[in-house]
């Protein structure tokens, strides 16, 4: 199974249900990571993701019988990817919170504080995720967690499929566009019972079940240099990784709504430090990162990265990788998207340069089908 072909986990299957849990902006299809895992690492064996976003490596691995570790800065991110390999088991205990986090609300909590959230959400919808926010022990409590991940999923999607105004589900609007946006229309925020809904979401999510996963996932919240040099369990035989782009995803901004439902500010905050859009610090954390995996894996381990194809993306993240395991055959190939792209989402219609995948393999080991040796090869042009 490769890019392109039938994925078997239907979201009538427990893998299914789970392995798609929560919009993300930026990250590689499943079945891409169920063909690297099961083709480049056995049973038992551990593979890491320094950049793992939503936890797909780590959620594909746990189901294939590998062991795992991930890093991810993002707190929706983070979120999204511990709940999905560790999820609180017990349905009943999540119904029951999602309840006292609504009979928790206060005086206030169903008052806007600005007019993007009187246009975004009803007064039910809006005391909820306030008392949420003042409630919920998201990062220490799994039963907590779940219920602020499955609050995250569903809080701005199209009308009828989420909590909130007509809204993309997978990106946070600009507040000023959004509400120009509401008012042309005259489209004011659909009436939601959150806890009705998010229960109902609750009951769809449980309905078949769990993986009858054999691996173990261990997932680190804050920067991978830092989440590397504490990682002391055994090294790993695969690394499947895809770091940001330069200058392309802004993971705060792009996240804002969701980050403000976890107690972040309640307008965006554009910094350019979350868009790594600085040449000298995007090169020095590639480095930083790889440099810190080679001594975190093993001397046979194969190293797969997807990135940007754009020029200076693409020859930090191959010249990193081909000085950090020297020894090593780098291939690669050109990855074109099977569905439509965020940006092209958004009305961006331009050509893109796309992504690559790269691919480090000890001498000996055979690439993947349609892979080009980088050294011989115009890969990288």
């Known amino acids: 199974m490769f890019d392109g072909e039938v994925d078997t986990w239907r979201i009538g299957t427990p893998e299914g249900r789970w392995a798609g849990f929560g919009p993300y902006y930026a990250m590689f299809p499943v079945n891409f990571a169920r063909y690297i895992i099961s083709e480049y690492s056995n049973l038992g064996e551990t593979v890491i993701d320094p950049f793992c976003g939503r936890g797909t490596t780590n959620y594909v691995s746990q189901v294939l019988g590998r062991n795992s570790y991930g890093c991810e800065l993002n707190p ?9 390999v560790s999820p609180a088991r017990q349905l009943g205990r999540v119904l029951r919170r999602i309840d006292e986090v609504s009979a928790s609300q206060t005086g206030g909590d169903r008052d806007p504080v600005n007019e993007f959230q009187d246009w975004a959400w009803c007064p039910e ?33 199209k009308l009828g499929g989420g909590l909130s105004n007509q809204m993309r589900q997978s990106k946070s609007m600009a507040p000023d566009y ?60 695969l690394i499947l990784t895809s770091p940001p782009y330069l200058g392309i995803t802004n993971y705060q901004y792009d996240n804002w709504i969701r980050l403000w439902a976890l107690g ?23 480095n930083d990162v790889f440099g810190a995996l080679a001594l975190k894996s093993r001397a ?29 055959q780098l291939f690669g190939r050109k990855s074109k998207a099977s569905k439509p792209t965020q940006t092209s989402l958004f009305g961006d219609k331009s050509e893109k340069p796309g992504e690559i995948d790269l691919i480090a393999i000890p001498q000996g080991k055979e690439p993947p089908r349609g892979f080009i040796d980088v050294a011989t090869c115009a890969v990288i042009s």
């Open 264 to 286: 972040g500010p309640e307008l965006p905050e554009w910094n350019q430090k979350y868009r790594y859009a600085n040449k000298e610090t995007y090169d020095a954390l590639i």
């Open 76 to 84: 929706v991110g983070w979120l999204y990817a511990k709940t999905k």
């Open 300 to 328: 046979d381990a194969v190293i797969v990265v997807r990135t940007d194809a754009r020029k200076f993306t693409l020859e930090t993240t191959a010249y990193s990788m081909d000085r950090v395991w020297p020894h090593h």
């Open 178 to 237: 959004a509400v120009r946006w509401w008012k042309e229309r005259k489209m004011r925020p659909p009436f939601v019972d959150p806890s009705k809904f998010l229960k109902s979401r609750a009951e769809w999510r449980y309905a078949k079940g769990f993986s009858a996963a054999h691996g173990r996932s261990r997932l680190y919240f804050g920067d991978a240099r830092v989440g590397l040099e504490r990682y002391n369990c055994e090294l790993a035989s």
């Open 125 to 157: 919808v809006l005391g909820f995720i306030n008392s949420a926010r003042r409630n919920l022990d998201w990062r220490t409590s799994v039963v907590d967690r779940t219920v602020a991940s499955l609050m995250l999923v569903y809080l701005h999607a």
